[in-house]
């Protein structure tokens, strides 16, 4: 079983500002963790997955975030905020299962950027 | 666009009225995935197929909420008997199976902009 939080479901930055929406997870296996992007009337947008390899991932859009199992943590980054990343953006964790789990999304954190 | 289609976007519907979603995948995936998304709430998984075979419905919300994908393209969503507490988004998302070292799911999804329900 896994589940994901996300704190914060608004976050308001300054553009140009350094953009940190944070996620944690739970998992009972180790995770596949991906980071998803909602603009209005608009499908879910893949931003970023962690799978093996390499912790710090990088991304669409220049999001980036870092898998630290540590802290069972997956916050996403952005160095500077721009009007165009107002969106809800979606944590969500997967485990095994080839598919049968299906992702497990977080309540969602919407993004607001000051002009 | 994100290539997956979802037929209609919005719908209309009264309570105890039977309601049916399509959605038409990424025309080489060859997995469809339901998901559930309420306000204020991240998409719900429901189920999902791999060609025409449904792998998982044991998410499915009720006996009321079934699912088809009878030749392995598009897929349909359909709810019997709707009740208030079924107005939500409905999504559908697409993948194509890759086989990696471990086992996992980690395709990336292409999701459909969704159904709106509204059930009065």
């Known amino acids: 079983a896994q589940s994901v939080t996300q704190l914060g479901s608004h976050v308001s930055v300054s553009e140009g500002a350094l953009v940190l929406l944070r996620c944690n997870y739970s998992?009972?296996?180790?995770?596949?963790l991906f980071w998803y992007v909602q603009y209005p009337n608009q499908g879910l947008q893949l931003l970023l997955k962690?799978?093996?390899?390499?912790?710090l991932v990088k991304g669409i859009n220049g999001f980036e975030a870092e898998f630290k199992k540590s802290e069972t943590s997956f916050h996403l980054t952005k160095p500077s905020a721009h009007m165009s990343d107002a969106a809800e953006y979606f944590c969500?964790?997967?485990?095994?299962?080839?598919?049968?789990?299906?992702?497990?999304f977080g309540k969602g954190t919407h993004l607001i950027i000051q002009p | 666009d994100t290539g997956v289609s979802q037929d209609p976007r919005h719908k209309i519907t009264k309570r105890g009225q039977n309601v049916t979603f399509r959605c038409d995948p990424i025309?080489?995936?060859?997995?469809l995935y339901w998901y559930r998304q309420t306000l204020g709430q991240g998409p719900e998984f429901l189920t999902y197929?791999?060609?025409?075979?449904?792998?998982?419905k044991s998410r499915l919300l009720s006996d009321r909420f079934s699912a088809e994908r009878p030749k392995g393209s598009f897929s349909t969503l359909e709810i019997q008997r709707t009740e208030q507490g079924d107005s939500a988004m409905y999504l559908c998302?697409?993948?194509?199976?890759?086989?990696?070292?471990?086992?996992?799911?980690?395709?990336?999804?292409?999701f459909g902009s969704g159904t709106q329900l509204s059930v009065l």
């Open positions: 969500a964790v997967s485990g095994r299962g080839g598919g049968a789990d299906g992702l497990t």
């Open positions: 962690y799978t093996t390899g390499a912790t």
């Open positions: 025309s080489e995936h060859n997995r």
């Open positions: 998302a697409s993948s194509l199976e890759q086989v990696y070292g471990r086992s996992g799911y980690n395709e990336k999804l292409f």
């Open positions: 998992s009972s296996v180790p995770p596949y």
């Open positions: 197929f791999q060609n025409e075979a449904q792998l998982e």
